[in-house]
């Protein structure tokens, strides 16, 4: 409620938009398939709410927000389950500043009113939301840690790393997915509350470029005892660099 009346007092909409989608979108993840009689078609449920969300958008809303399930046919963890509940927003005309900003404001005010404090030890991490944040650069973060160059290494070199670090190594993995792994080794002992910002382009195809630095997009992560607990970014609006990178990615897969 406290983050309802938070969004609502901005003067966001919050509008309930369909589970069933024809295509999904929003995330790289499986979809559940549902089918539906009447049409003798299936149907996915979103693994997202962002087409929708961005069309209320295109529509001429500019500030809305949905919270509900969405649902993801893949493996769970104890910060992954298959079906969950998730709050996504969309502001026309800001910027990821103004959404790092405006969520830093949003963490303090639902906090505030549902615990009464900022001050919380979570997992033996001790968490304070009444300091400033601060910034970690994915780029030098990954370079400290692993003395790895994001923007030059090898699937060999990333491979090996994973390996010592005793991570996962899969068959399918490529240089995105590899050093996400290596970045959530490193966020797992981090307390926070900090911004994850210049994700490298490639492992974001969906955000706007950093201007003077194209190999980084504008994007911000919140890192809270060892999660990710929220994830925005200025969205990508130019069309053929859209297409150039949804055909990057596909290449990948």
Known sequence: ?????????????????????????????????????????????????????????????????????????????????????????????ANWRDGMKMMEELFAYVLEKTFGTLQFNVRGFEVDFSKPWAELDYAQVIKDNYNIDVFNCTIDEVKSALAEHKLEVEKTDNIPRGIDKLWKKIRSSHAGPSWLINTPLFISPLAKSNPGDANTVQRFQAVIAGSELCNGYSELNDPIDQLNRFMEQEALR
Request: cysteine-free; hydrophobic content about 35%.
């Open 1 to 93: 409620q406290a983050t309802r009346d938070f969004l609502n007092q901005r003067e966001f909409i919050e509008v309930n938009i369909p589970v069933l989608e024809h295509t999904t979108g929003g995330a790289d993840a499986n979809p559940f398939v549902t089918h539906m009689d009447a049409l003798d078609q299936d149907f996915y449920l979103r693994i997202s709410h962002e087409l929708p969300l961005k069309r209320l958008i295109g529509g001429g809303y500019e500030k809305v927000y949905d919270i509900g399930p969405r649902f993801r046919n893949e493996n769970y963890t104890e910060e992954h389950l298959p079906e969950h509940i998730a709050m996504e927003w969309y502001w026309a005309y």
